[in-house]
């Protein structure tokens, strides 16, 4: 049995702990606030919470626009109300058999659909992305909105977050630093629940926005009874704590973590990740410092410095301005060269962003864009899945992060009762479920991958089958064309279930076997309508009647048999 601790005594262990996790992840800041300087529209002093985003100075800004257009291509490709990014599915595959179990997951998949553009995920997807973009890593709250009835998503700023690793390597620990005014604690948490001295300020409403350091710490519990159902005996422990008076505010709990967390490009054993804007830093600088040149070089062009007559103090270089010397043809005021190369320096400038652009993916999200009039939609399609092959692992970490927000929404609307029941055969099972993305980016590499090989396949085969057209039976039609349509995402409202498909061509051959009756006994009582004017005529000599003819007269006068 679990043995529970005072409220001082988790005071102090968490706070502890949460020493330890400022100690590890200093070490990655001074990387942070750098790529943040150059690349991020706006830029946070990560040691003052309480601090206003700066608008960052730099030479160059392109670096914080190939941001953006990788931050809306990631998003429009892979998650967007305007498509329908994922679908629901089983772990064992013969339960999509049973039926209705394939109606009921794709149901499953609208309500959950309508539930996202009730609320606010693709605003904060897009936050999501940027900040893991930047820093490496993002974090995501998923949690019911109970007072308005929905999902409600909360990005968090990277200088709150404190992350730690299990012993594989998956994040399993936040705590989120971060500033809550008087009049919020009170209204989230209730005047009881805090210190005796927020309680008295509460009631002077001049201090109301008077802040209060909080921290919120999610972790994994190592001591819970399960036998026990409430807040305090859950997997997951979540506790608040008013960090500026040592008081432990509110113990919860959960099932499973509320947060989601993107790490873009994992550090094996580390809760942060690299990101494109880390990788690009080099390239990144460089372009500033060209950049800078470049307008130093523009300037001076425009504006050279003078070589004047040391008797001449005063030059008027404005428009219709006057100097006067003595001598004109000796006294000549004339720019110095200075040996600048405009061109060059233009050259090099392109070269280092278009560095830039590659480690920000911008040519594959504007592909379309820019190949538009010049290759065919098949081109296209094929060129596009090998450029999104080269994401693999970004997609990896992006469907990671997105499978774990729909597992915690599905979790969190069906504990509402907003999830349709399963139908009775699923019931009784084990079934586990599975999601697929089927956003644009996913099909690209799906296609390429899965149906770039059925297509290949098919069109080697094709003329074996025409030459052979017994080497077709080695093919299992109903499977290929499931697993074509399929690749290509078509939705399960247009694929009839397999049951349905037995009926159908049941239904099929016994209409085709009725018709071929009626067509026989319509062929025959023809041909016996056309024959009816001859009954009285003896027949032809040597015709099939005849020789019939022949035998019955034997037969008759015991001389044959029939």
């Known amino acids: ?270 809760p942060y990740s690299n990101s494109p804007a880390i990788s690009a830093m080099p390239d990144i600088k460089a372009l500033n410092i060209i950049r800078s040149s470049s307008l130093k070089i523009a300037q001076t062009s425009a504006e050279p410095p003078l070589v004047v007559p040391s008797y001449i103090k005063t030059v008027n270089l404005i428009p219709r301005g006057r100097t006067y010397v003595d001598d004109p043809q000796k006294d000549i005021i004339q720019p110095i060269k200075t040996g600048e190369n405009y061109p060059i320096t233009l050259q090099v400038l392109q070269d280092y962003e278009q560095k830039v652009k590659d480690w920000f993916f911008v040519d594959f999200f504007l592909m379309l864009q820019a190949k538009q009039g010049q290759m065919t939609a098949t081109e296209v399609m094929e060129l596009q899945g090998e450029k999104s092959a080269t994401l693999a692992n970004l997609v990896v970490a992006l469907n990671e992060t997105l499978n774990k927000i729909i597992k915690r929404s599905f979790n969190i609307l069906a504990k509402n009762g907003k999830i349709p029941q399963p139908p009775e055969t699923l019931r009784d099972t084990d079934a586990a479920m599975k999601i697929d993305f089927v956003g644009p980016l996913a099909q690209a590499q799906q296609k390429f991958h899965a149906m770039g090989g059925i297509t290949q396949a098919l069109n080697l085969i094709s003329p074996i089958m025409q030459l052979f057209p017994n080497s077709a039976d080695y093919i299992e039609g109903d499977k290929l064309m499931l697993q074509a349509m399929e690749g290509q995402g078509m939705p399960q409202a247009v694929i009839r279930e397999e049951e349905d498909v037995k009926k159908i061509r049941e239904a099929r051959a016994q209409a085709e076997a009725q018709a071929k009756a009626q067509a026989e006994q319509q062929a025959m009582t023809q041909q016996i309508m056309q024959n009816a004017n001859k009954l009285g005529e003896n027949p032809q000599k040597g015709s099939v009647m005849d020789a019939l003819n022949s035998q019955l007269r034997g037969g008759l006068n015991g001389t044959g048999s029939v």
């Open 1 to 270: 049995m679990a043995t529970k601790k005072t409220p001082e005594e988790m005071v102090t262990e968490i706070k502890s702990r949460f020493s330890q996790l400022k100690t590890d992840r200093d070490k990655f800041v001074d990387r942070w606030q750098e790529a943040e300087q150059y690349v991020a529209p706006t830029v946070y002093n990560w040691s003052d919470l309480d601090s206003i985003p700066e608008v960052p100075t730099r030479y160059e800004s392109s670096p914080c626009q190939k941001l953006k257009t990788l931050v809306a291509g990631l998003v429009g490709y892979s998650i967007s109300p305007n498509l329908v990014w994922f679908k629901f599915s089983l772990q064992d595959q013969q339960l999509l058999n049973m039926y209705g179990v394939k109606d009921w997951l794709e149901e499953c998949e609208k309500y959950v659909q309508a539930e996202y553009n009730r609320s606010n995920l693709y605003s904060e997807a897009a936050k999501l992305v940027e900040n893991a973009a930047i820093d490496g890593h993002s974090v995501i709250l998923i949690e019911d909105d109970i007072d308005r009835g929905k999902l409600r998503f909360s990005t968090m700023r990277n200088t709150e977050i404190y992350l730690d690793v299990d012993d594989y390597g998956e994040v399993d620990t936040v705590f989120r630093e971060y500033l809550m005014t008087v009049r919020n604690a009170v209204k989230f948490f209730g005047l009881n629940n805090l210190d005796e001295q927020i309680q008295e300020k509460y009631k002077n409403v001049q201090c109301w926005n008077e802040k209060i350091r909080i921290l919120y710490a999610v972790y994994p519990r190592e001591e819970y009874d399960t036998n026990i159902k409430n807040a305090q005996n859950m997997p997951y422990a979540a506790v608040y704590i008013d960090l500026d008076h040592n008081k432990l505010i509110e113990e919860k709990g959960f099932n499973e973590m509320p947060f989601a967390v993107f790490q873009w490009d994992r550090i094996s054993g580390l």
